[in-house]
């Protein structure tokens, strides 16, 4: 298994730890939790997976900010 694995993340390359969760690549990108959306491969992933759900070679992630309005 490799240590590292290339994954995009708002269209750009990053390379991360192997076994890197969702709520762990939010963190060490500063993104507050309750603020932000997070699509993976095109599906909006649920709160409640980031933390188990690991990350693999070539995913797509997109972080989008929550903005209220009005």
Do not use: H
């Not at 603020?35 to 972080?63: S, T």
């Amino acid at each position: 298994m490799p240590d590292e694995c290339r994954i995009l993340v708002n269209g750009k390359e990053r390379m991360i730890p192997a076994g890197t969760s969702v709520e762990d690549l939010l963190l060490s990108l500063g993104y507050p939790a309750k603020v932000v959306l997070v699509e993976l491969n095109k599906e909006v992933l649920p709160r409640r997976e980031w933390a188990e759900r690991r990350l693999q070679q070539e995913d797509r992630v997109e972080i989008l900010r929550v903005v209220a309005g009005g």
